[in-house]
């Protein structure tokens, strides 16, 4: 990845830093998820993943959340590929938050997120005429199901 590939990248995530901190800090539910999901894909190991999901270490959500986003921020500024697995892990959780902190990242980003556009038009799969539930797979493999409702 080139040097400018690099600074889009950190361009992209530090300006969203404020987004993000609101958007973990909802919930611990999400947050658990959103890590967990960082690790699977390599951007904070294990023993990060302990630390950052520790409710006896006597930091509050909050607090958590911002050494985390510090630590997804430095592993992006090192590593750029992994802005694109973090905007997918946001797009893929169940909040809309989270979403559109994943689509303010990708907006920012100087360049195409390969993953996240693809899970995004994956996820607009929808007709104005339609209604009922349709699968949506996703890049782990796994379906999911929207149910769509006419308004008039």
Do not use: H, W
Not at 85 to 92: G, K, P, S, V
């Amino acid at each position: 990845m080139s040097g400018q590939q690099k600074k889009a990248a950190k361009k992209a995530i530090t300006r969203n830093t404020a987004t993000l901190n609101e958007a973990l800090s909802k919930n611990e539910v999400d947050f658990r998820g959103v890590v967990n999901d960082c690790v699977d894909c390599g951007i904070v190991t294990e023993k990060q993943q302990r630390a950052f999901l520790d409710t006896m270490c006597g930091k509050i959500l909050q607090a958590r959340v911002q050494e985390f986003v510090a630590q997804v921020i430095a592993t992006v500024e090192v590593l750029p590929n992994f802005l694109d697995d973090f905007a997918l892990i946001l797009f893929n959780a169940e909040t809309v938050q989270l979403r559109n902190a994943a689509e303010e990242i990708a907006k920012k980003c100087e360049y195409k997120l390969s993953k996240y556009e693809s899970a995004k038009l994956g996820s607009v799969a929808v007709s104005d005429d339609s209604v009922g539930s349709s699968p949506i797979y996703t890049n782990a493999g796994k379906s999911l199901y929207f149910t769509t409702i006419l308004i008039s």
